[in-house]
Nanobody, 121 residues
Framework: QVQLVESGGGLVQPGGSLTLSCAAS????????SGWYRQAPGKERELVAT???????VIANSVKGRFTISRDNAKNTVYLRMNSLLPEDTAIYYC???????????????WGQGTQVTVSS
C-alpha cells in the first residue's frame, strides 16, 4: 500500500514563506506526476502545481512567480516552496501522486490527508 505524508503547513504572515513536503512510501514501482492541490473554505479543490517524472511542471496562474514545485526522485518526495504568501492562499493543501505500485498493475491516484496553510496577520 502506498502512503503520502505531508508536512510543513502552518500559520504565516502575509508576505511570508513556507515549504510543504510530501513523501511517498510503500510499494512503489514508479511515480509519474506528483503535485499539490488546495481547497479553501466554500470552494472546490484546485490545482496548484504538478511536476512530471522528467521535470516538466504545471503551475496555476494564481501562484505563478510565487510558488515553486520540485521533486527528489531518490527520496520519492515532492516539495512546494511558497513565497510572498497572500491571505487568499489560505487553504488545505493536498499532495497528489500518480503511482504505479508494481510493474504488472496500472498506475493509480493517491492523495495525502492534507495540511493547513493559513496566511494571516
Amino acid at each position: 500500500q502506498v502512503q503520502l505524508v505531508e508536512s510543513g503547513g502552518g500559520l504565516v504572515q502575509p508576505g511570508g514563506s513556507l515549504t510543504l513536503s510530501c513523501a511517498a512510501s510503500g510499494s512503489i514501482f514508479k511515480i509519474y506526476t506528483s503535485g499539490w492541490y488546495r481547497q479553501a473554505p466554500g470552494k472546490e479543490r484546485e490545482l496548484v502545481a504538478t511536476v512530471a517524472t522528467g521535470g516538466n511542471t504545471v503551475i496555476a496562474n494564481s501562484v505563478k512567480g510565487r510558488f515553486t514545485i520540485s521533486r527528489d526522485n531518490a527520496k520519492n518526495t515532492v516539495y512546494l516552496r511558497m513565497n510572498s504568501l497572500l491571505p487568499e492562499d489560505t487553504a488545505i493543501y493536498y499532495c497528489h501522486a500518480l503511482i504505479q505500485g508494481f510493474s504488472s498493475v496500472p498506475p493509480r491516484d493517491y492523495w495525502g490527508q492534507g495540511t493547513q496553510v493559513t496566511v494571516s496577520s
